[in-house]
């Protein structure tokens, strides 16, 4: 069951118009599973569902979401407040805090890029997009700048002229690095990584145990694509944010599907069931006008 404005994986695979020419096609074995997942979750979930859109429903969510993540795909409602509270039922619940070794094999640019020739700075700012400027907050930000002269700011690839000029003028030119080279190498070869809560750089270094902080404006923070995940990190406590990541890979209610998995209707089951519970609490309290209305009127027909 999809909405009238429904995207679908099988049929955005290789759209350049929307994902531009830059984004990595993915494999064959990539492409299938997405397909045979985005297929599974569209038969079994109880309401319409869409690829890659916002969540702005309200508690009492309409339509599910989801979206490609590291090979795997990550399901969500078009609620922000039933999605965290999904993620971090799921993350308590799961006991399993072992890292799959497939996890490393999925970990690399979303974009074709190239490494860099120079000395990667310590401390590394990954920002956003043109479509998500000024999401990043920058009163901690700047502060960050000024007190450290070699921390750097990694522009996303899909960044255009005007979103760079944008970012000279806030932040100078003399601290950006190309958009072009690629981010994992800079986030392996850092010290100290910085994200906003629409990247995957934020669930990669969870995975390569890489010291790493959410910059996102509070403001922001809610509507971005993973915020129902990095809220329950922890800044620059590599510990804590490795078993939160593992627990979620392992859980079979988070909505997360890896790439490796083997039972992906198992584990959409247990999302859908885990989504209706939450959104059966947020049902609006509006009477049964059908049931009590002949007996709160006394209005008689002439």
Excluded at 14 to 29: C, H, S, Y
Excluded at 68 to 93: C, F
């Amino acid at each position: 069951m999809k909405p009238i404005h429904a995207l679908s994986i099988i049929n955005n695979i290789n759209d350049r118009v929307r994902t531009g020419d830059d984004l990595k096609r993915t494999d064959e074995g990539t492409s299938k599973f997405l397909i045979e997942a985005e297929k599974i979750f569209e038969e079994l979930a109880p309401l319409p569902v869409s690829f890659d859109v916002s969540c702005v429903q309200k508690g009492y969510f309409s339509e599910f979401v989801y979206q490609d993540v590291l090979g795997g795909m990550y399901l969500k409602t078009q609620s922000t407040e039933v999605n965290a509270r999904i993620m971090e039922e799921a993350v308590v619940a799961c006991e399993d805090e072992t890292m799959p070794k497939q996890a490393v094999d999925y970990l690399t640019d979303k974009y074709v890029l190239h490494n860099t020739e120079f000395e990667i700075p310590e401390t590394i700012v990954f920002l956003p997009g043109s479509n998500h400027l000024g999401i990043e907050n920058k009163e901690v930000l700047v502060p960050m700048l000024w007190s450290d002269p070699l921390l750097e700011i990694k522009p996303h690839p899909n960044m255009t002229e005007e979103g760079l000029r944008h970012f000279a003028s806030e932040y100078g030119w003399d601290r950006l690095i190309h958009k072009d080279v690629s981010g994992y190498q800079l986030l392996n070869g850092c010290e100290h990584a910085w994200s906003t809560a629409n990247s995957e750089m934020g669930l990669i270094a969870a995975v390569i145990k890489k010291p790493h902080g959410d910059i996102t404006s509070i403001f922001h923070f809610e509507r971005l694509t993973y915020s129902a995940i990095h809220r329950l990190f922890q800044s620059m406590n590599v510990d804590h944010n490795y078993v939160t990541f593992a627990r979620m890979v392992n859980s079979n209610d988070s909505g997360f599907i890896p790439p490796w998995a083997e039972n992906i209707e198992e584990r959409v089951n247990g999302f859908i069931h885990s989504a209706m519970k939450h959104r059966h609490t947020f049902k609006p309290s509006f009477p049964d006008v059908s049931r009590w209305s002949p007996k709160l009127t006394n209005v008689k027909p002439r």
